[in-house]
């Protein structure tokens, strides 16, 4: 084993950006060394990961299945743990250098702070975390030595324009969404989307959750929430565009008229890889973009009719508090149900207004109202698609 590799613990090692990110390490070895590996649920894959990549340690959140893997890697010497205070503590180990949150949802709020806390680097793929409580860690990141680098490809981009610029020139940050499969539909043929539909993604392939999530367009309404607590930009200084062709991956706008975007070809390898070499540039990443075959870049309005979802960005942060909480909380449980075929597309956006309506709001919440918030909100969400799924 080189000592000079990064150690890096990988929080979602199961999913879409955890794969992509152990593809990379594998790619440059002479780099990374992959220290601790987590997943949800995904037994059979964490202990396959857990095989070839010899982590010091691998942990399931998921806590029933934890004699399983007990049992496949403690005798290859890898040690083993379950539950989410296990994942915390690994967020945190001194085994670890860098804290790749690529979880997904509200899961990866807990074990991000516990990472600030213990001053370990981060490569941010988990947006829920800024989007619940982006004041808060923000706050935290103050006291602590801990760098973010983002994941996500649009703040990736933001943070690859902003470097070496002065904050005091930046006009506007521009998001690029590819407005998702239902880009061209009629409201009505949106409201009655099936899950299969939504799924279809035509640019990215990304997890289930979030690719709902990009259909709704609530994906994006959560990139510019993250994105004002990231870069420390007022709200109203934050816009979405839409680009179909996602090329572009974001823009940032100067006061002398400038913009400078940050483009490549739809592949979340390259993010991650400047993610862990700390905004240095490695080979062997990505496909080259080849511009005489992209060669017809264009950019549309959005419309926040068709897709109400991305209004709430700019509600949460006008409202504050605890509002973008409630929202996440809203759209994990009411997404959950439509890949279920619980619910209808359209009512994704109404378990989202009738929990808002519904649950205490606070102006000023500290860390537990942020927790007591999160299951509030979803006994509200789930009791809402109780009724309306009888």
């Given at each position: 084993m080189n000592s000079n590799c990064k150690q890096i613990a990988v929080l979602g090692s199961t999913g879409?950006?955890?794969?992509?990110?152990?593809?990379?390490?594998?790619?440059?070895?002479?780099?990374?060394?992959?220290?601790?590996?987590?997943?949800?649920?995904?037994?059979?894959?964490?202990?396959?990961?857990?095989?070839?990549f010899r982590p010091q340690m691998a942990i399931i959140a998921d806590e029933t299945l934890y004699p399983q893997l007990r049992q496949a890697l403690e005798p290859l010497g890898i040690s083993t743990a379950a539950g989410?205070?296990?994942?915390?503590?690994?967020?945190?180990?001194?085994?670890?250098?860098?804290?790749?949150?690529?979880?997904?949802?509200?899961?990866?709020?807990?074990?991000?702070?516990?990472?600030?806390?213990?001053?370990?680097?981060?490569?941010?793929?988990?947006?829920?975390?800024?989007?619940?409580?982006?004041?808060?860690?923000?706050?935290?990141?103050?006291?602590?030595?801990?760098?973010?680098?983002?994941?996500?490809?649009e703040h990736s981009a933001i943070y690859q324009c902003l470097r070496g610029e002065d904050p005091a020139t930046v006009k506007r940050l521009i998001i690029t969404a590819s407005g998702g499969p239902f880009r061209t539909w009629s409201a009505d043929q949106i409201a009655a989307a099936t899950a299969a539909q939504a799924l279809k993604h035509?640019?990215?392939?990304?997890?289930?959750?979030?690719?709902?999530?990009?259909?709704?367009?609530?994906?994006?309404?959560?990139?510019?929430?993250?994105a004002r607590w990231l870069f420390g930009i007022e709200p109203q200084r934050i816009s979405a565009i839409v680009h179909p062709q996602s090329i572009i991956h974001s823009m940032v706008e100067f006061i002398d008229g400038g913009i400078k975007a940050q483009m490549?070809?739809?592949?979340?390898?390259?993010?991650?890889?400047y993610a862990l070499g700390e905004a240095s540039r490695i080979d062997r990443v990505s496909d080259f973009c080849d511009m005489l075959k992209h060669n017809q870049l264009t950019f549309e309005e959005p419309d926040t009719q068709r897709f109400p979802c991305l209004g709430l960005a700019h509600y949460a942060l006008e409202r504050g508090g605890n509002a973008a909480c409630i929202i996440n909380a809203a759209n994990e449980v009411a997404v959950a149900a439509f890949l279920r075929d619980r619910i209808a597309f359209g009512d994704i956006y109404r378990t989202i207004e009738a929990t808002l309506a519904n649950t205490q709001f606070i102006a000023q919440p500290v860390f537990d109202d942020y927790v007591a918030t999160n299951s509030e909100a979803r006994a509200r969400a789930a009791s809402f698609i109780d009724n309306i799924s009888k």
């Amino acid at each position: 084993m080189n000592s000079n590799c990064k150690q890096i613990a990988v929080l979602g090692s199961t999913g879409s950006i955890g794969r992509q990110t152990l593809d990379l390490i594998a790619r440059h070895a002479d780099r990374y060394r992959a220290a601790v590996l987590v997943a949800g649920r995904q037994v059979d894959l964490l202990i396959e990961q857990a095989r070839k990549f010899r982590p010091q340690m691998a942990i399931i959140a998921d806590e029933t299945l934890y004699p399983q893997l007990r049992q496949a890697l403690e005798p290859l010497g890898i040690s083993t743990a379950a539950g989410a205070k296990a994942v915390e503590a690994a967020a945190a180990a001194d085994c670890v250098d860098m804290v790749v949150t690529a979880t997904v949802g509200y899961s990866g709020l807990l074990p991000t702070i516990a990472a600030i806390r213990a001053g370990k680097d981060i490569a941010l793929a988990n947006k829920e975390t800024m989007v619940v409580a982006g004041e808060y860690v923000t706050s935290l990141l103050k006291d602590s030595p801990t760098r973010i680098f983002p994941v996500d490809s649009e703040h990736s981009a933001i943070y690859q324009c902003l470097r070496g610029e002065d904050p005091a020139t930046v006009k506007r940050l521009i998001i690029t969404a590819s407005g998702g499969p239902f880009r061209t539909w009629s409201a009505d043929q949106i409201a009655a989307a099936t899950a299969a539909q939504a799924l279809k993604h035509p640019n990215w392939n990304m997890g289930a959750k979030i690719t709902v999530d990009s259909a709704s367009m609530l994906n994006k309404a959560f990139e510019i929430i993250e994105a004002r607590w990231l870069f420390g930009i007022e709200p109203q200084r934050i816009s979405a565009i839409v680009h179909p062709q996602s090329i572009i991956h974001s823009m940032v706008e100067f006061i002398d008229g400038g913009i400078k975007a940050q483009m490549g070809v739809p592949d979340m390898t390259l993010p991650i890889a400047y993610a862990l070499g700390e905004a240095s540039r490695i080979d062997r990443v990505s496909d080259f973009c080849d511009m005489l075959k992209h060669n017809q870049l264009t950019f549309e309005e959005p419309d926040t009719q068709r897709f109400p979802c991305l209004g709430l960005a700019h509600y949460a942060l006008e409202r504050g508090g605890n509002a973008a909480c409630i929202i996440n909380a809203a759209n994990e449980v009411a997404v959950a149900a439509f890949l279920r075929d619980r619910i209808a597309f359209g009512d994704i956006y109404r378990t989202i207004e009738a929990t808002l309506a519904n649950t205490q709001f606070i102006a000023q919440p500290v860390f537990d109202d942020y927790v007591a918030t999160n299951s509030e909100a979803r006994a509200r969400a789930a009791s809402f698609i109780d009724n309306i799924s009888k």
